[in-house]
Protein backbone atom coordinates (compact mmCIF):
# COMPACT_ATOMS: atom_id res chain seq x y z
CA UNK A 1 0.00 0.00 0.00
CA UNK A 2 1.42 3.33 -0.92
CA UNK A 3 0.83 6.71 1.53
CA UNK A 4 -1.47 9.40 -0.77
CA UNK A 5 -0.31 12.71 -0.79
CA UNK A 6 -1.37 15.40 1.51
CA UNK A 7 -4.28 15.06 3.93
CA UNK A 8 -7.79 14.55 5.12
CA UNK A 9 -8.03 15.52 8.52
CA UNK A 10 -5.85 18.08 10.79
CA UNK A 11 -6.03 18.49 14.33
CA UNK A 12 -4.01 20.47 15.99
CA UNK A 13 -3.55 21.22 19.96
CA UNK A 14 -7.86 20.39 19.91
CA UNK A 15 -9.12 20.45 23.21
CA UNK A 16 -13.00 19.49 24.30
CA UNK A 17 -15.14 20.11 27.34
CA UNK A 18 -18.96 19.29 27.83
CA UNK A 19 -20.38 23.03 28.87
CA UNK A 20 -18.05 23.62 32.42
CA UNK A 21 -16.89 20.38 32.98
CA UNK A 22 -13.32 19.12 32.70
CA UNK A 23 -11.49 18.57 29.09
CA UNK A 24 -12.64 14.91 28.23
CA UNK A 25 -10.08 15.35 25.52
CA UNK A 26 -6.71 17.29 25.74
CA UNK A 27 -3.96 18.13 23.01
CA UNK A 28 -5.07 16.13 20.73
CA UNK A 29 -2.99 16.71 17.58
CA UNK A 30 -3.21 14.22 14.46
CA UNK A 31 -3.24 14.17 10.61
CA UNK A 32 -5.14 11.63 8.71
CA UNK A 33 -3.75 10.84 4.99
CA UNK A 34 -6.26 9.86 2.47
CA UNK A 35 -6.75 6.14 1.64
CA UNK A 36 -5.38 5.22 5.00
CA UNK A 37 -7.32 2.40 7.73
CA UNK A 38 -6.80 4.08 11.22
CA UNK A 39 -7.71 1.75 14.65
CA UNK A 40 -9.09 4.30 17.27
CA UNK A 41 -8.28 2.29 20.90
CA UNK A 42 -8.62 2.80 24.57
CA UNK A 43 -10.53 1.87 27.28
CA UNK A 44 -13.83 2.86 27.37
CA UNK A 45 -14.21 6.32 28.83
CA UNK A 46 -11.36 7.39 27.47
CA UNK A 47 -12.71 9.60 24.78
CA UNK A 48 -13.11 7.36 21.55
CA UNK A 49 -16.50 9.04 21.06
CA UNK A 50 -16.24 12.86 22.19
CA UNK A 51 -13.44 12.22 19.52
CA UNK A 52 -15.04 10.40 16.62
CA UNK A 53 -17.69 13.29 17.31
CA UNK A 54 -15.23 16.05 16.76
CA UNK A 55 -14.25 14.13 13.58
CA UNK A 56 -18.50 13.94 12.07
CA UNK A 57 -18.70 17.45 13.04
CA UNK A 58 -21.17 16.75 15.73
CA UNK A 59 -19.07 18.81 18.21
CA UNK A 60 -17.25 22.05 18.47
CA UNK A 61 -14.29 21.43 20.35
CA UNK A 62 -13.13 24.13 22.34
CA UNK A 63 -9.99 24.86 21.83
CA UNK A 64 -7.55 24.06 18.90
CA UNK A 65 -7.86 23.85 15.36
CA UNK A 66 -9.31 21.07 12.73
CA UNK A 67 -8.96 21.06 9.07
CA UNK A 68 -10.97 18.58 6.73
CA UNK A 69 -10.11 18.37 3.08
CA UNK A 70 -7.94 21.05 3.78
CA UNK A 71 -10.82 23.88 4.84
CA UNK A 72 -10.59 24.88 8.18
CA UNK A 73 -14.56 23.43 9.90
CA UNK A 74 -13.84 25.27 12.74
CA UNK A 75 -14.66 28.58 11.50
CA UNK A 76 -16.64 27.17 8.48
CA UNK A 77 -19.99 29.01 8.54
CA UNK A 78 -23.01 26.28 9.48
CA UNK A 79 -24.32 26.75 5.75
CA UNK A 80 -21.50 24.85 4.24
CA UNK A 81 -21.10 22.12 6.94
CA UNK A 82 -23.88 19.72 5.35
CA UNK A 83 -21.60 19.34 2.42
CA UNK A 84 -18.65 18.54 4.51
CA UNK A 85 -20.66 15.59 6.25
CA UNK A 86 -21.81 14.19 2.99
CA UNK A 87 -18.49 13.37 2.56
CA UNK A 88 -18.57 11.55 5.74
CA UNK A 89 -19.85 7.91 6.53
CA UNK A 90 -20.49 7.31 10.18
CA UNK A 91 -21.37 4.30 12.01
CA UNK A 92 -23.19 5.51 15.22
CA UNK A 93 -22.39 3.21 18.57
CA UNK A 94 -26.34 3.27 19.15
CA UNK A 95 -27.10 2.97 15.48
CA UNK A 96 -29.23 6.06 14.81
CA UNK A 97 -31.49 4.54 12.91
CA UNK A 98 -34.69 6.45 11.93
CA UNK A 99 -37.22 4.19 13.70
CA UNK A 100 -40.62 4.53 11.19
CA UNK A 101 -38.55 3.86 8.39
CA UNK A 102 -37.61 0.97 6.70
CA UNK A 103 -34.06 -0.86 6.50
CA UNK A 104 -33.82 -0.13 2.39
CA UNK A 105 -34.92 3.33 3.70
CA UNK A 106 -32.58 4.26 5.98
CA UNK A 107 -30.26 2.82 3.81
CA UNK A 108 -31.18 5.08 0.90
CA UNK A 109 -31.25 8.09 3.29
CA UNK A 110 -27.64 9.56 2.64
CA UNK A 111 -28.14 8.85 -1.32
CA UNK A 112 -31.36 10.75 -0.68
CA UNK A 113 -30.37 13.55 1.37
CA UNK A 114 -27.39 14.28 -1.58
CA UNK A 115 -30.28 14.69 -4.28
CA UNK A 116 -29.45 11.73 -5.65
CA UNK A 117 -32.46 10.49 -8.22
CA UNK A 118 -34.82 7.72 -7.12
CA UNK A 119 -33.66 5.64 -10.12
CA UNK A 120 -30.69 5.72 -9.15
CA UNK A 121 -30.98 4.65 -5.65
CA UNK A 122 -32.98 1.35 -5.88
CA UNK A 123 -29.98 -0.78 -7.14
CA UNK A 124 -27.09 0.22 -5.13
CA UNK A 125 -29.57 0.31 -1.83
CA UNK A 126 -30.85 -3.42 -2.90
CA UNK A 127 -27.05 -4.35 -3.91
CA UNK A 128 -25.76 -3.20 0.04
CA UNK A 129 -28.70 -4.72 1.76
CA UNK A 130 -27.65 -8.19 -0.08
CA UNK A 131 -24.44 -7.50 0.63
CA UNK A 132 -24.68 -7.19 4.38
CA UNK A 133 -27.40 -9.65 4.40
CA UNK A 134 -30.69 -8.20 4.91
CA UNK A 135 -31.71 -8.12 1.40
CA UNK A 136 -34.89 -10.32 2.93
CA UNK A 137 -35.18 -7.79 5.94
CA UNK A 138 -35.26 -4.30 3.00
CA UNK A 139 -38.79 -3.84 4.39
CA UNK A 140 -38.37 -4.67 8.10
CA UNK A 141 -38.85 -1.50 10.35
CA UNK A 142 -35.46 -1.07 12.72
CA UNK A 143 -37.88 -2.18 15.90
CA UNK A 144 -38.53 -5.88 14.56
CA UNK A 145 -34.28 -5.82 13.35
CA UNK A 146 -32.37 -7.76 15.60
CA UNK A 147 -29.00 -5.69 17.43
CA UNK A 148 -26.80 -6.83 15.16
CA UNK A 149 -28.83 -6.56 12.09
CA UNK A 150 -29.44 -2.64 13.12
CA UNK A 151 -26.09 -2.61 13.27
CA UNK A 152 -25.66 -3.92 9.77
CA UNK A 153 -28.21 -1.54 8.43
CA UNK A 154 -26.28 1.40 10.15
CA UNK A 155 -22.65 0.15 8.26
CA UNK A 156 -24.47 -0.41 4.93
CA UNK A 157 -26.34 3.13 5.58
CA UNK A 158 -22.57 4.89 6.20
CA UNK A 159 -21.11 2.79 2.95
CA UNK A 160 -23.76 3.59 0.39
CA UNK A 161 -22.86 6.93 -0.35
CA UNK A 162 -18.93 5.83 -0.74
CA UNK A 163 -18.20 8.65 1.41
CA UNK A 164 -14.52 9.65 1.57
CA UNK A 165 -13.81 9.17 5.02
CA UNK A 166 -15.81 6.50 7.02
CA UNK A 167 -16.03 6.98 10.95
CA UNK A 168 -16.93 4.25 12.65
CA UNK A 169 -17.60 3.48 16.48
CA UNK A 170 -17.73 -0.14 17.84
CA UNK A 171 -19.31 -1.28 14.50
CA UNK A 172 -18.80 -5.02 15.48
CA UNK A 173 -20.05 -4.71 18.52
CA UNK A 174 -23.06 -6.25 18.40
CA UNK A 175 -22.34 -8.66 15.86
CA UNK A 176 -20.78 -12.56 15.97
CA UNK A 177 -16.90 -12.81 14.90
CA UNK A 178 -17.91 -14.21 11.12
CA UNK A 179 -20.13 -11.00 10.45
CA UNK A 180 -17.55 -9.00 12.16
CA UNK A 181 -15.10 -9.70 9.70
CA UNK A 182 -17.11 -9.61 6.70
CA UNK A 183 -17.54 -6.37 7.48
CA UNK A 184 -14.16 -5.78 8.05
CA UNK A 185 -13.50 -7.25 4.79
CA UNK A 186 -16.26 -4.19 3.47
CA UNK A 187 -14.47 -1.49 5.42
CA UNK A 188 -11.01 -2.74 3.74
CA UNK A 189 -12.82 -2.65 0.06
CA UNK A 190 -13.92 1.01 0.92
CA UNK A 191 -10.71 1.60 2.00
CA UNK A 192 -9.18 0.30 -0.70
CA UNK A 193 -11.28 2.27 -3.11
CA UNK A 194 -9.71 5.22 -1.71
CA UNK A 195 -12.00 5.85 0.94
CA UNK A 196 -10.27 6.57 4.55
CA UNK A 197 -11.22 4.74 7.40
CA UNK A 198 -11.60 4.97 11.20
CA UNK A 199 -12.45 2.46 12.89
CA UNK A 200 -12.68 3.00 16.80
CA UNK A 201 -12.96 -0.33 18.94
CA UNK A 202 -11.77 -1.92 22.00
CA UNK A 203 -11.30 -5.13 20.65
CA UNK A 204 -7.62 -5.96 19.63
CA UNK A 205 -8.55 -9.16 17.64
CA UNK A 206 -9.91 -6.90 15.24
CA UNK A 207 -6.96 -4.85 14.53
CA UNK A 208 -4.76 -8.15 13.79
CA UNK A 209 -7.24 -8.34 10.70
CA UNK A 210 -6.00 -5.52 8.79
CA UNK A 211 -2.14 -5.69 9.21
CA UNK A 212 -1.92 -2.49 7.16
CA UNK A 213 -3.97 -0.72 9.34
CA UNK A 214 -2.42 2.79 11.72
CA UNK A 215 -3.38 2.58 14.89
CA UNK A 216 -4.33 6.29 17.77
CA UNK A 217 -4.37 5.26 21.13
CA UNK A 218 -6.66 7.40 23.60
CA UNK A 219 -5.91 7.25 27.03
CA UNK A 220 -7.99 9.25 29.57
CA UNK A 221 -8.41 11.93 27.03
CA UNK A 222 -4.69 11.73 25.43
CA UNK A 223 -3.64 10.47 22.29
CA UNK A 224 -0.70 8.80 22.53
CA UNK A 225 1.37 7.64 19.50
CA UNK A 226 2.74 4.12 20.26
CA UNK A 227 3.51 3.06 16.68
CA UNK A 228 4.53 6.21 14.98
CA UNK A 229 1.84 6.21 12.92
CA UNK A 230 0.63 9.78 14.11
CA UNK A 231 3.66 11.60 13.31
CA UNK A 232 3.89 13.80 10.05
CA UNK A 233 5.00 11.89 7.93
CA UNK A 234 4.31 8.62 9.38
CA UNK A 235 7.31 7.31 11.12
CA UNK A 236 6.81 3.89 9.34
CA UNK A 237 4.22 3.54 6.79
CA UNK A 238 2.06 1.02 9.00
CA UNK A 239 1.73 0.41 12.68
CA UNK A 240 2.49 -3.35 13.95
CA UNK A 241 -0.38 -4.66 15.60
CA UNK A 242 2.18 -6.52 17.43
CA UNK A 243 3.56 -3.37 18.91
CA UNK A 244 0.33 -2.59 20.05
CA UNK A 245 -0.68 -5.70 21.75
CA UNK A 246 2.73 -5.50 23.64
CA UNK A 247 1.89 -2.19 25.29
CA UNK B 1 -37.34 18.18 -6.34
CA UNK B 2 -35.80 14.77 -5.39
CA UNK B 3 -36.21 16.29 -1.39
CA UNK B 4 -39.61 16.30 -2.72
CA UNK B 5 -39.96 12.56 -3.99
CA UNK B 6 -37.76 11.27 -1.15
CA UNK B 7 -40.69 12.68 1.17
CA UNK B 8 -43.19 11.07 -0.99
CA UNK B 9 -41.68 7.48 -1.02
CA UNK B 10 -40.29 7.85 2.65
CA UNK B 11 -42.10 10.28 4.98
CA UNK B 12 -39.29 11.49 7.47
CA UNK B 13 -41.29 13.28 10.04
CA UNK B 14 -44.12 10.24 10.22
CA UNK B 15 -47.75 11.88 10.40
CA UNK B 16 -51.20 10.75 10.21
CA UNK B 17 -53.61 13.71 8.16
CA UNK B 18 -55.54 15.42 10.02
CA UNK B 19 -54.11 13.36 13.44
CA UNK B 20 -52.58 16.38 15.13
CA UNK B 21 -53.45 19.88 16.23
CA UNK B 22 -52.41 22.21 13.03
CA UNK B 23 -55.15 20.53 10.13
CA UNK B 24 -58.27 21.13 13.09
CA UNK B 25 -56.67 24.63 13.91
CA UNK B 26 -56.63 25.45 10.78
CA UNK B 27 -60.41 24.48 9.90
CA UNK B 28 -61.67 26.60 13.06
CA UNK B 29 -59.65 29.70 12.09
CA UNK B 30 -60.49 29.67 8.31
CA UNK B 31 -64.20 29.23 9.13
CA UNK B 32 -63.91 32.35 11.86
CA UNK B 33 -61.84 34.22 8.93
CA UNK B 34 -63.92 33.44 6.19
CA UNK B 35 -67.32 34.72 8.51
CA UNK B 36 -65.47 38.05 9.41
CA UNK B 37 -64.22 38.75 6.30
CA UNK B 38 -67.73 38.39 4.53
CA UNK B 39 -68.98 40.18 7.06
CA UNK B 40 -66.89 42.72 6.66
CA UNK B 41 -66.70 42.78 3.35
CA UNK B 42 -71.20 42.47 3.20
CA UNK B 43 -71.20 45.92 5.40
CA UNK B 44 -68.53 47.34 3.01
CA UNK B 45 -71.31 46.57 0.27
CA UNK B 46 -74.00 48.18 2.41
CA UNK B 47 -72.56 51.42 3.14
CA UNK B 48 -71.33 52.11 -0.77
CA UNK B 49 -75.00 50.42 -1.97
CA UNK B 50 -76.49 52.92 0.77
CA UNK B 51 -73.91 55.86 0.10
CA UNK B 52 -74.37 55.79 -3.83
CA UNK B 53 -78.45 55.55 -3.01
CA UNK B 54 -78.54 58.25 -0.92
CA UNK B 55 -75.75 60.65 -1.30
CA UNK B 56 -77.60 62.59 -3.89
CA UNK B 57 -81.22 62.50 -2.27
CA UNK B 58 -82.87 65.19 -0.82
CA UNK B 59 -86.47 64.93 1.14
CA UNK B 60 -88.59 68.59 0.80
CA UNK B 61 -91.75 67.79 3.66
CA UNK B 62 -94.28 70.15 3.68
CA UNK B 63 -95.38 70.47 6.71
CA UNK B 64 -99.01 72.08 6.81
CA UNK B 65 -101.49 71.46 8.81
CA UNK B 66 -104.12 72.79 6.34
CA UNK B 67 -104.66 69.93 3.50
CA UNK B 68 -105.49 72.37 0.59
CA UNK B 69 -102.40 74.48 1.35
CA UNK B 70 -100.40 71.62 1.88
CA UNK B 71 -101.05 70.88 -1.65
CA UNK B 72 -100.69 73.34 -3.48
CA UNK B 73 -97.08 74.61 -1.52
CA UNK B 74 -96.01 70.32 -2.51
CA UNK B 75 -97.57 71.13 -6.46
CA UNK B 76 -95.46 74.36 -6.62
CA UNK B 77 -92.20 72.99 -4.99
CA UNK B 78 -92.34 69.94 -7.43
CA UNK B 79 -92.50 72.70 -10.14
CA UNK B 80 -89.89 74.46 -9.10
CA UNK B 81 -87.05 72.25 -8.25
CA UNK B 82 -87.74 70.58 -11.88
CA UNK B 83 -86.90 73.76 -12.84
CA UNK B 84 -83.26 74.26 -10.65
CA UNK B 85 -79.94 72.70 -12.18
CA UNK B 86 -78.57 70.00 -11.03
CA UNK B 87 -82.21 68.40 -9.99
CA UNK B 88 -82.33 65.33 -12.08
CA UNK B 89 -86.16 64.54 -10.36
CA UNK B 90 -88.48 65.94 -8.36
CA UNK B 91 -91.14 63.49 -7.34
CA UNK B 92 -94.19 63.59 -5.02
CA UNK B 93 -93.95 60.56 -2.81
CA UNK B 94 -97.61 58.69 -3.67
CA UNK B 95 -100.50 59.27 -0.95
CA UNK B 96 -100.59 55.31 -1.10
CA UNK B 97 -96.79 55.50 -0.07
CA UNK B 98 -97.40 57.58 2.55
CA UNK B 99 -100.36 55.71 4.05
CA UNK B 100 -98.28 52.77 3.96
CA UNK B 101 -95.48 54.39 6.02
CA UNK B 102 -97.91 55.52 9.08
CA UNK B 103 -99.71 52.49 8.73
CA UNK B 104 -97.95 50.95 12.13
CA UNK B 105 -98.88 53.85 14.25
CA UNK B 106 -101.64 54.90 12.37
CA UNK B 107 -103.96 51.75 12.12
CA UNK B 108 -105.23 50.64 8.75
CA UNK B 109 -108.04 53.13 8.92
CA UNK B 110 -106.84 56.71 7.84
CA UNK B 111 -110.02 58.45 7.33
CA UNK B 112 -110.38 59.57 11.02
CA UNK B 113 -107.13 59.64 12.08
CA UNK B 114 -106.00 61.25 8.96
CA UNK B 115 -107.97 64.23 9.27
CA UNK B 116 -106.85 65.11 12.88
CA UNK B 117 -103.40 63.65 12.33
CA UNK B 118 -102.23 65.62 9.27
CA UNK B 119 -98.91 63.95 7.44
CA UNK B 120 -97.13 65.94 5.37
CA UNK B 121 -96.77 65.82 1.87
CA UNK B 122 -93.10 64.28 0.48
CA UNK B 123 -91.35 65.39 -2.04
CA UNK B 124 -88.40 63.03 -3.32
CA UNK B 125 -85.14 65.09 -4.47
CA UNK B 126 -82.62 63.54 -6.49
CA UNK B 127 -79.70 65.41 -7.81
CA UNK B 128 -76.99 64.76 -10.10
CA UNK B 129 -73.96 64.59 -7.86
CA UNK B 130 -73.73 64.72 -4.02
CA UNK B 131 -75.78 67.11 -1.52
CA UNK B 132 -73.36 69.84 -0.98
CA UNK B 133 -74.42 72.73 1.92
CA UNK B 134 -74.07 74.93 -1.05
CA UNK B 135 -77.07 73.11 -2.77
CA UNK B 136 -78.80 72.86 0.26
CA UNK B 137 -78.88 76.37 0.96
CA UNK B 138 -79.57 77.54 -2.49
CA UNK B 139 -82.66 75.00 -2.42
CA UNK B 140 -83.97 76.38 0.77
CA UNK B 141 -83.92 79.45 -0.09
CA UNK B 142 -85.54 79.32 -3.26
CA UNK B 143 -88.48 77.27 -1.39
CA UNK B 144 -88.63 79.69 1.06
CA UNK B 145 -90.80 82.57 -0.55
CA UNK B 146 -93.00 80.06 -2.53
CA UNK B 147 -93.83 77.02 -0.10
CA UNK B 148 -92.64 78.65 3.18
CA UNK B 149 -94.03 74.96 4.83
CA UNK B 150 -91.20 73.14 3.10
CA UNK B 151 -88.49 71.37 5.18
CA UNK B 152 -85.39 70.45 3.39
CA UNK B 153 -82.98 67.93 4.29
CA UNK B 154 -80.29 65.85 2.87
CA UNK B 155 -81.22 62.06 2.98
CA UNK B 156 -77.48 60.94 4.00
CA UNK B 157 -77.19 62.83 6.93
CA UNK B 158 -80.48 60.93 8.61
CA UNK B 159 -77.90 57.70 8.06
CA UNK B 160 -74.90 59.27 8.74
CA UNK B 161 -74.58 57.65 12.33
CA UNK B 162 -75.30 54.42 10.61
CA UNK B 163 -72.82 55.21 8.51
CA UNK B 164 -70.66 55.25 11.30
CA UNK B 165 -71.29 52.29 12.82
CA UNK B 166 -71.35 50.38 9.85
CA UNK B 167 -67.60 51.50 9.10
CA UNK B 168 -66.52 50.96 12.66
CA UNK B 169 -68.21 47.27 12.34
CA UNK B 170 -65.87 46.89 8.88
CA UNK B 171 -63.01 47.79 10.88
CA UNK B 172 -63.76 45.60 13.48
CA UNK B 173 -63.56 42.94 11.13
CA UNK B 174 -60.54 43.49 9.57
CA UNK B 175 -59.22 43.78 12.99
CA UNK B 176 -60.76 40.13 13.52
CA UNK B 177 -59.41 38.81 10.55
CA UNK B 178 -55.73 40.06 11.27
CA UNK B 179 -56.02 38.91 14.73
CA UNK B 180 -57.49 35.25 13.63
CA UNK B 181 -54.39 35.10 10.86
CA UNK B 182 -51.95 35.84 14.31
CA UNK B 183 -53.53 33.19 16.01
CA UNK B 184 -53.16 30.97 13.32
CA UNK B 185 -49.98 31.57 13.24
CA UNK B 186 -48.83 30.95 16.91
CA UNK B 187 -50.91 27.65 16.65
CA UNK B 188 -49.01 26.24 14.16
CA UNK B 189 -45.87 27.57 15.66
CA UNK B 190 -46.50 25.62 18.80
CA UNK B 191 -47.55 22.68 16.72
CA UNK B 192 -44.17 22.83 14.58
CA UNK B 193 -42.13 23.05 17.59
CA UNK B 194 -43.75 19.83 19.43
CA UNK B 195 -43.51 18.07 15.80
CA UNK B 196 -39.72 19.18 16.55
CA UNK B 197 -39.83 17.78 19.67
CA UNK B 198 -41.58 14.47 18.86
CA UNK B 199 -38.88 14.05 15.65
CA UNK B 200 -35.73 15.27 17.62
CA UNK B 201 -33.80 11.84 16.76
CA UNK B 202 -34.84 12.00 13.35
CA UNK B 203 -33.58 15.32 12.71
CA UNK B 204 -30.71 15.05 13.94
CA UNK B 205 -30.00 12.18 12.33
CA UNK B 206 -30.79 14.10 8.89
CA UNK B 207 -28.86 16.68 10.40
CA UNK B 208 -25.33 14.53 10.66
CA UNK B 209 -25.99 12.97 6.81
CA UNK B 210 -25.89 15.98 5.86
CA UNK B 211 -29.13 17.43 5.56
CA UNK B 212 -29.35 21.18 5.25
CA UNK B 213 -31.55 23.19 7.48
CA UNK B 214 -33.54 24.44 4.76
CA UNK B 215 -34.41 20.63 3.49
CA UNK B 216 -35.16 19.96 6.75
CA UNK B 217 -37.27 22.93 7.31
CA UNK B 218 -38.84 21.47 3.88
CA UNK B 219 -39.93 18.51 5.08
CA UNK B 220 -41.68 20.63 8.09
CA UNK B 221 -42.83 23.26 6.04
CA UNK B 222 -44.15 20.76 3.44
CA UNK B 223 -45.70 18.50 5.83
CA UNK B 224 -47.59 21.16 8.13
CA UNK B 225 -48.78 22.74 4.48
CA UNK B 226 -50.59 19.40 3.31
CA UNK B 227 -52.65 19.62 7.20
CA UNK B 228 -53.03 23.62 6.94
CA UNK B 229 -54.46 22.63 3.38
CA UNK B 230 -56.89 20.11 4.41
CA UNK B 231 -58.13 22.24 7.45
CA UNK B 232 -58.46 25.27 5.27
CA UNK B 233 -60.00 23.60 2.84
CA UNK B 234 -62.83 21.99 5.35
CA UNK B 235 -62.56 25.45 7.41
CA UNK B 236 -63.72 27.50 4.26
CA UNK B 237 -66.59 25.15 3.13
CA UNK B 238 -67.72 25.41 6.79
CA UNK B 239 -67.44 29.73 6.87
CA UNK B 240 -68.93 29.52 3.04
CA UNK B 241 -71.80 27.65 4.38
CA UNK B 242 -72.16 29.34 7.59
CA UNK B 243 -72.45 32.57 5.17
CA UNK B 244 -74.50 31.37 2.47
CA UNK B 245 -76.94 30.12 5.75
CA UNK B 246 -76.36 34.09 7.26
CA UNK B 247 -77.26 35.65 3.79
CA UNK B 248 -80.26 33.77 3.04
CA UNK B 249 -81.55 34.72 5.97
CA UNK B 250 -80.88 38.61 5.82
CA UNK B 251 -82.27 38.56 2.79
CA UNK B 252 -85.35 36.87 3.80
CA UNK B 253 -86.11 39.94 6.03
CA UNK B 254 -86.67 41.95 2.51
CA UNK B 255 -84.81 45.09 3.59
CA UNK B 256 -84.12 47.60 0.90
CA UNK B 257 -80.75 48.21 3.03
CA UNK B 258 -79.90 44.84 4.05
CA UNK B 259 -80.35 43.95 0.78
CA UNK B 260 -77.25 46.32 -0.69
CA UNK B 261 -75.14 44.24 1.41
CA UNK B 262 -74.79 41.29 -0.23
CA UNK B 263 -71.39 39.73 -1.67
CA UNK B 264 -70.35 39.93 -5.55
CA UNK B 265 -67.84 37.77 -7.17
CA UNK B 266 -65.25 39.69 -6.46
CA UNK B 267 -65.88 39.19 -2.78
CA UNK B 268 -66.23 35.64 -2.99
CA UNK B 269 -62.70 35.54 -4.70
CA UNK B 270 -61.04 37.20 -1.74
CA UNK B 271 -62.91 34.59 0.65
CA UNK B 272 -61.75 31.80 -1.70
CA UNK B 273 -58.49 32.69 -1.24
CA UNK B 274 -58.47 32.81 2.63
CA UNK B 275 -57.48 29.15 3.03
CA UNK B 276 -55.00 29.54 0.83
CA UNK B 277 -53.28 32.63 2.67
CA UNK B 278 -54.02 30.08 5.83
CA UNK B 279 -51.82 27.80 4.08
CA UNK B 280 -49.32 29.88 3.23
CA UNK B 281 -49.13 31.43 6.62
CA UNK B 282 -48.67 28.24 8.69
CA UNK B 283 -45.88 26.90 5.82
CA UNK B 284 -44.00 30.21 6.51
CA UNK B 285 -44.40 29.87 10.08
CA UNK B 286 -43.34 26.40 10.36
CA UNK B 287 -40.50 27.14 8.35
CA UNK B 288 -39.06 30.02 10.14
CA UNK B 289 -39.89 27.55 13.39
CA UNK B 290 -38.06 25.21 12.48
CA UNK B 291 -35.29 26.98 10.82
CA UNK B 292 -34.77 28.94 14.58
CA UNK B 293 -34.43 25.51 16.60
CA UNK B 294 -32.08 24.11 13.57
CA UNK B 295 -29.62 27.13 14.36
CA UNK B 296 -29.27 25.99 17.74
CA UNK B 297 -27.33 22.77 16.23
CA UNK B 298 -24.22 22.81 14.94
Redesign the interface.
Known amino acids: MTMPEGDIVQFDNVGLRYGAGKEVLSDISFTLYPGSFYFLTGASGAGKTSLLKLL?????PSRGAIRMFGTDVITLP??R??????R?G?VFQDF???????AF?NV???L???????SEITRPVAEMLEWVGLADRADARPATLSGGEQQRVAIA?AVIARPDMLVADEPTGNVDPELALKLLRLFEALNRLGTTVVVATHDLHLLKNVPESLIMRLDKGRLSDPTGALRYPPRRPFSRIEEEEAL | M??L??ER????V?QARMAGPVPWVIAIMVALTTIAAAGGLALGNLAQAARAELSGGLTVQIVEADPAERERQAELAVSLLANVAGVEKAQRVADSELRALVEPWLGEDMGAAGDMVPVPALIDVRLSGPVTQAKLRNIRSLLKAQAPAAQVDAQSSWLAPVFSAISSLKWLAAGLVILLGATSAAAVWLAARSALGTNR??I??????????G?IARIFQRSVGIDALLGGVAGALLGAGAVLLLGQQFAALGSGMVAGGGLGWADWLAIAGIPFAGVLIAMFTARLTVLAAL?KM?
Open positions: YLAQRRALPAFRRLVRLVQHLSDALPRVSGVRER | SWRMRAQLPATEIVHLLGGSDQRL
